[in-house]
Structure formats: structure tokens, C-alpha cells
């Protein structure tokens, strides 16, 4: 983990540039900031959105919009409803993320997570 000092600043989220990633169905849109290894994204998922792969990373995840359902590889899922956030470390878990209708996260992660 590499320890940083960030300088107070404001982010409109609106002016991030758009990265669009398909989805095994749906896509993610995502507005990312990186300050080293930190990284904060926005990020959309169309509706019917299925991610396609099994993710082994940390994050922790905060639901602004919509019912995320998290799958994970042992069989068992949860939903997380607008409001609701979960957090993993790296390497704890293979899960993979799933939706019915759109959703909004706001998803931090990085380094401090490993």
C-alpha cells in the first residue's frame, strides 16, 4: 500500500470522462478518479446487467440508486438496496455483481484493501 497525501478537492462528477464496460448481458458506465492506487468510481448499471467474470478484488461499495444483488462463488447472494454499502479485501471472496433494474454505486478501492 503506498500512503499519499491528497489536497482537498471537489469533484463534479458530470465532467469525469465516461468508460463503458460490457457486461456478460447489460453495461457498466463508470466515471473514475485515480490518486495513486486509490481509485473512485461512479459507477451505472444498465438494468439486467451480469458482470462478466468473477471479481477477487476489494472494494467497498456504497448503493446510491436501484438494488445491487451480489452472487457469490460459494453459492450464496445478497441484495443491497439504495442506502445499503458492503466491504471486501482483496483475495476474500469471488463475487460478482448482478442487477434487475439500473443501479448507481459509488465503489472505492485500492491498495488499503489488500
Not at 469533484?11 to 463503458?20: C, L
Not at 462478466?52 to 450464496?76: F, T
Request: glycine residues 10%; aromatic residues 6%.
Amino acid at each position: 500500500m503506498s500512503l499519499m497525501n491528497i489536497p482537498f478537492q471537489i469533484t463534479d462528477w458530470e465532467n469525469v470522462p465516461i468508460t463503458v464496460v460490457q457486461g456478460t448481458t447489460g453495461t457498466a458506465t463508470m466515471r473514475i478518479k485515480q490518486h495513486g492506487d486509490l481509485r473512485i468510481r461512479i459507477v451505472e448499471y444498465s438494468a439486467n446487467y451480469l458482470a462478466d467474470h468473477w471479481c477477487e478484488l476489494g472494494h467497498l461499495v456504497h448503493v446510491l440508486e436501484g438494488e445491487l444483488i451480489n452472487d457469490l462463488k460459494d453459492g450464496s447472494s445478497s441484495v443491497l438496496k439504495a442506502g445499503m454499502s458492503y466491504v471486501v479485501s482483496d483475495g476474500l471472496s469471488s463475487h460478482r455483481s448482478r442487477t434487475v433494474g439500473p443501479v448507481k454505486l459509488l465503489v472505492v478501492d485500492g491498495g488499503f484493501l489488500k
